[in-house]
T-cell receptor
Framework: DAKTTQPPSMDCAEGRAANLPCNHS???????VYWYRQIHSQGPQYIIH???NNETNEMASLIITEDRKSSTLILPHATLRDTAVYYC????????????FGKGTRLSVIA | DTGVSQNPRHKITKRGQNVTFRCDPI?????LYWYRQTLGQGPEFLTY????????KSRLLSDRFSAERPKGSFSTLEIQRTEQGDSAMYLC????????????FGPGTRLTVL
């Protein structure tokens, strides 16, 4: 079972920041937080991951609380192409463990 | 395109028939995963290969399901005696040997069992 809790859906205006929350209160010390997204009719796509520090890449920023029990994925300037289901996943970094997906958050970016 | 490819993209079959799907991972990726996704749900893990060895199988992988990766490159997933409940998107993903946090997913094969 997924170890994360996410809101089922969110809306965001185009050009604004999208902030997607995730609760993972039972996360273990060796588990990372991963975010993937799935655009309609495509396979999931990796976005970002982190252990305890905030992370940023060309796609998004990941903010992890100090107690690591929750995190927020930030898309700084959402576009219509960011409309997708976003999955927050906790997983130990071993390089080979399967991903355990929950139902994710369906983000709708509105023009 | 050097991404993960899956064939066919769509398959419609009648209940009781056998179907086989193929996944071609990214070249040099030694780990390969199969997932199943039903409508409105996130993908669920089915099985995992490291090279040609099948290292882990989910309880979702009933005895009607079999997966192979004979030469450590492409993989096939066969479903025998299909049932309507097998209707789903079947996703394949691959990762390189070490040092990558990312699983690269293919576009999936959508199976419809009538």
């Amino acid at each position: 079972d997924a170890k994360t809790t996410q809101p089922p859906s969110m809306d965001c205006a185009e050009g604004r920041a999208a902030n997607l929350p995730c609760n993972h209160s039972t996360i273990s010390g060796n588990e990372y937080v991963y975010w993937y997204r799935q655009i309609h009719s495509q396979g999931p796509q990796y976005i970002i991951h982190g252990l305890k520090n905030n992370e940023t890449n060309e796609m998004a920023s990941l903010i992890i609380t100090e107690d690591r029990k929750s995190s927020t994925l930030i898309l700084p300037h959402a576009t219509l192409r960011d409309t997708a289901v976003y999955y927050c996943i906790v997983r130990p970094y071993s390089g080979n463990t399967p991903l355990v997906f929950g139902k994710g958050t369906r983000l709708s970016v509105i023009a | 395109d050097t991404g993960v490819s899956q064939n066919p993209r769509h398959k419609i079959t009648k209940r009781g028939q056998n179907v086989t799907f193929r996944c071609d991972p990214i070249s040099e990726h030694n780990r390969l995963y199969w997932y199943r996704q039903t409508l409105g749900q996130g993908p669920e893990f089915l099985t995992y290969f490291q090279n040609e060895a099948q290292l882990e199988k989910s309880r979702l992988l009933s005895d009607r399901f079999s997966a192979e990766r004979p030469k450590g490159s492409f993989s096939t997933l066969e479903i025998q005696r299909t049932e309507q409940g097998d209707s789903a998107m079947y996703l394949c993903a691959s990762t390189p040997r070490t040092g990558s946090h990312e699983q690269f997913f293919g576009p999936g094969t959508r199976l419809t069992v009538l």
